[in-house]
């Protein structure tokens, strides 16, 4: 491995020590809007396939919805605390706005100005009502009257009739009004709500679209039969509307008695939340916009005026829609995991080894074949796992049912605060309890963000534990397309750790002292720290020095002044880090031995992969945990030690080598602060990481 490792090597030679606390950070929020740009990026690449390009584009609105609903205040102009790093000034929201809206625009003019017309050159169009032909205009028309105007209910305001409760991220429109109501009165604005239940996206029958593909939007469709609604009254201004509220819930789990009833209790107010950002049509009237920016109580800054649909996640629909393969990706079937023989028993097989699994590469089916012996051996006595995201439709969940039925002890550790999935996880804790599944909720205060499955089976010579720990969730359909390791193991320290961990949760006593794993809140943050600085020393004394880490986030600001300083040691650290970053890299003088790179492709990168090398000694840990003060500090985290030396130099060469050799899909942050993409050099253009583990794993399993 370090033959593998050295060619890796910069020659930046060690630097002079100084402070790390000196350095700067950068801004979070602003590091999280920098790697939307980057998945904006991806949807303006012309190789990429037309309705991947879309799918990124609606990506990028999903991340800002989030971002808005967990990380946005109400009101943006106003100060706020972000975490650790002190208080933002109006000048710095202001900027932050700015940015925003900027993605906002060129997010609406790729849509308009080249998506939109490169689907119409392939015979696929979204038809305005302008643009609609005699006999289209009556289908649409039939349709508005069978389909979607017994489901509006147009509310004029007036004292008697408030503003009505609008939810988060619906689609509405705002109208005004001429002449008078049935009452003689001037009362001139009303609100439609367009219910969820309406298909955004709705496709003409085929007599209509010749040899094309053709579609309506409803919001096109409710706009072209406004007047309907308000006989007697004239439309003289409207506007299609959206509003974003905070949505992060919080509930203080010190102070309830059921956790589960009071999130239950929580999920019917989230639609409800504070208002962040107001979203209307590019046309919209300053009289409607201004009275919708007073109705939220929203500042100016708030407001967003875009040129097409106010809710461009619902474009995915048209991604389901189209049935057409040339204009995807080309199908990328997961390989069986190698390691597995198919009719071999998989607990024979650890037993002579550990497993490791490369999602997508290899396919979670290798975990369900895990799961689904135990299901079936009787002489498994009890499973244990812990669930954070699984999804609605679970294959995992139900043969955690099928275990219950034949007899086996089964506890889940399901966390109901995941967020977003709440609901879903709720309901999967309802049906396991009534059926006897021992369910736990974690522990009060903390996420249980931790993924591993523990096996107990009765053998000859004795009870023996079998373990799955994974970088990823337990949902076989995320499985497909994010990018995450399994680790299948019999060894005996690291199972015996994994007991201790649920027997934690289980009881919340005290965590027995562990072998192999660090687990957050308890000794992650303190281990990671301990062996950066641990580097540092080794530089510092002469000895060659090396970590690569790659991750999702880094924003932890304890382990950032850690790789400062390790680095200003003679440390060469390479991070691979997907989103939010807030390390400054490349300064020179203070972080010159700190390199950056994010990685995005095809798949979503999830993997947590941490590599030290001392001198002569080489660590590789595999992990749940970001490094992020929230992961080390306020979730059930964990990270395990891979010892197998041909597994570690396979993770080694397909997580960290081959992403520090991208140059497809790589960006690299730069000491401006900036991230700019890699360019390969001339004449040795190759697939990125992605593509070329994807040909490797096909190649392995012959095809």
């Not at 304890?558 to 200003?568: D, H, N, T």
């Amino acid at each position: 491995m370090m033959s593998t490792l050295a060619r890796l090597e910069n020659s930046v030679p060690a630097e002079n020590l100084s402070a790390a606390a000196a350095v700067p950070l950068l801004d979070r929020d602003h590091s999280i809007l920098a790697f939307n740009w980057r998945v904006f990026d991806m949807a303006c690449r012309a190789e990429v396939p037309l309705l991947e390009r879309l799918r990124y584009l609606c990506i990028v609105s999903s991340n800002l919805d989030e971002f808005f609903e967990v990380r946005a205040e109400p009101h943006l102009a106003a100060a706020k605390v972000q975490d650790q790093q002190g208080l933002y000034t109006q000048a710095s929201f202001e900027r932050l706005s700015q940015s925003i809206h900027e993605l906002v625009e060129r997010q609406y003019a790729l849509y308009n100005d080249e998506l939109m017309p490169a689907f119409e050159k392939q015979g696929i169009r979204v038809v305005a009502h302008g643009d609609r032909n005699a006999a289209q205009r009556r289908w649409v028309k039939q349709y508005f009257e069978t389909e979607v105007k017994p489901l509006l209910i147009p509310v004029g305001l007036d004292p008697s009739h408030p503003f009505p409760q609008v939810a988060n991220k619906s689609l509405n429109f705002i109208v005004r009004l001429g002449g008078h109501d049935a009452f003689g009165r001037t009362n001139d604005i009303a609100i439609v709500k367009v219910p969820r239940a309406l298909a955004r996206l709705i496709p003409m029958p085929a007599k209509l679209c010749g040899k094309r593909r053709l579609f309506v939007s409803i919001s096109s469709v409710v706009r072209a039969h406004l007047d309907e609604l308000f006989p007697g009254r004239l439309v003289t201004q409207f506007s299609q509307f959206r509003v974003t509220r905070h949505s992060d819930l919080a509930v203080d789990e010190e102070d309830v008695r059921n956790l589960r009833t009071a999130l239950r209790q929580g999920l019917q107010h989230r639609h409800y939340g504070q208002a962040v950002r107001l979203e209307v049509s590019a046309g919209c009237s300053d009289y409607l916009a201004d009275f919708l920016l007073r109705e939220f109580d929203l500042p100016e800054g708030a407001l967003y005026r875009v040129h097409g649909p106010v809710n461009l996640v619902r474009l995915n629909q048209l991604v389901d829609l189209v049935d057409e393969p040339r204009l995807r990706f080309s199908p990328y079937h997961a390989a069986h995991a190698a390691q597995l023989t198919p009719g071999q028993s998989v607990f024979e097989q650890l037993k002579r080894g550990d497993v490791l699994i490369h999602q997508p590469y290899e396919s979670f089916d290798g975990v369900l074949d895990f799961l689904r012996e135990a299901v079936n051996d009787p002489q498994v006595l009890a499973i244990k796992q812990t669930i954070y995201r699984t999804g609605a439709n679970s294959v995992l969940m139900e043969l955690l049912r099928e275990a219950v039925r034949r007899g086996k002890e089964v506890t889940v550790v399901l966390e109901l605060k995941a967020r977003f999935d709440e609901e879903v996880n709720i309901n999967w804790a309802e049906q396991l309890e009534s059926i006897g599944v021992q369910v736990l909720y974690g522990v009060v205060g903390l996420k249980t963000h931790a993924k591993m499955m523990l096996v107990t089976r009765r053998e000859e010579r004795g009870l023996r534990r079998y373990a799955h720990l994974s970088t990823g969730n337990y949902n076989p359909a995320t499985a497909r397309f994010y990018t995450d390791l399994s680790h299948l193991t019999a060894d005996t320290a690291l199972t015996a750790d994994v007991e201790h961990v649920f027997v934690h949760l289980a009881g919340q006593s005290k965590l027995a002292r562990l072998h192999a794993l660090w687990v957050a809140p308890f000794q992650l943050h303190r281990r990671l720290i301990e062996k950066i600085e641990a580097l540092g020393a080794g530089a510092a004394a002469g000895r060659p020095a090396r970590l690569v880490a790659k991750m999702n986030a880094l924003t932890d600001e304890s382990i950032i002044r850690a790789l400062i300083r390790a680095g200003q040691q003679g440390v060469k650290i390479d991070l691979i880090v997907r989103g939010a970053c807030m390390l400054p890299a490349q300064l020179p003088g203070q972080t010159s031995n700190i390199r950056v790179r994010s990685i995005l492709g095809r798949f979503l990168e999830h993997a947590r992969v941490f590599y030290f090398r001392d001198g002569d000694q080489e660590d590789l840990y595999l992990s749940s945990a970001d490094w992020m003060n929230r992961n080390m500090l306020r979730r059930i985290e964990l990270a395990w030690p891979v010892t197998d030396p041909v597994l570690r130099q396979r993770i080694v060469d397909e997580c960290l080598v081959a992403g520090l050799h991208d140059v497809q899909g790589a960006w690299e942050l730069q000491a401006s602060g900036r991230y700019e993409r890699v360019r390969p050099a001339h004449g040795r253009s190759g697939p990125g990481a992605q593509e070329a583990l994807m040909v490797r794993y096909a190649r392995a399993a012959g095809r």
